[in-house]
């Protein structure tokens, strides 16, 4: 009996003898160096396929639905602060402080990861539109940082800046 297998190189069908299993050869057709597989042994016994585990199935396809579900809820998210922005009208003057408060208060929240929060803070912030293009102005300008916006790596802080800048556009 031989071993018959295809050379990887150029696909030609090579027979060879039983003892070359296991070993390296040379195609005769590319000259290629190519390892032969080891005979298979009518011995090897078969395996059984095992049961899918329906409860990992299950498990999986909750996790999928729920990640589309969180996509799709984002994606719409997306387009609705802009257009809360946009129809929010001016309100009463604010204090510089205080409005350096509610932006430092922004960053930190689009740093931690608190969009939700960072939302409503936005909202706020462009209620003041004017007055926070001024303040958010400094607040890029000056070096150091606010002591509370140190720990912020500095990409970050000024792509979370330039993100405000456009929503207050």
């Known amino acids: ?5 295809h050379c990887p190189h150029c696909g030609k069908r090579i027979d060879a003898p039983d003892s070359a299993g296991g070993k390296w050869g040379k195609c005769p057709a590319c000259h290629n ?13 078969e395996l ?9 199935e299950e498990r999986q396809k909750r ?8 996509t799709q809820s984002i994606l719409q998210e997306r ?23 509610i ?3 922004y960053l930190r929240q689009m740093y ?14 462009a209620s003041h539109r004017r007055q ?5 102005e400094q607040i890029a300008t000056s070096d150091p940082p606010d002591p509370e916006l140190v720990d912020i790596p500095p990409h970050l802080l000024s792509g979370f800046i330039r993100n405000l800048r456009s929503r207050l556009s």
Do not use: C
């Open 63 to 70: 996790l999928l639905a729920e990640t589309f579900q969180i």
């Open 48 to 56: 059984k396929l095992a049961p899918l585990d329906e409860t990992e």
């Open 103 to 105: 932006i430092v208060r």
């Open 79 to 101: 387009n609705v602060p802009d257009a809360g922005i946009a129809t929010s009208g001016p309100s009463d003057e604010i204090s510089e402080e205080k409005l350096t408060e």
């Open 132 to 136: 926070s293009k001024e303040v958010l």
């Open 1 to 5: 009996m031989s071993i018959k297998f």
């Open 33 to 45: 160096k190519v390892y032969v597989p080891q005979a298979e042994s009518e011995e090897d016994e």
């Open 112 to 125: 931690n990861g608190d969009l939700d929060d960072a939302q409503r803070t936005v909202e706020q912030i």
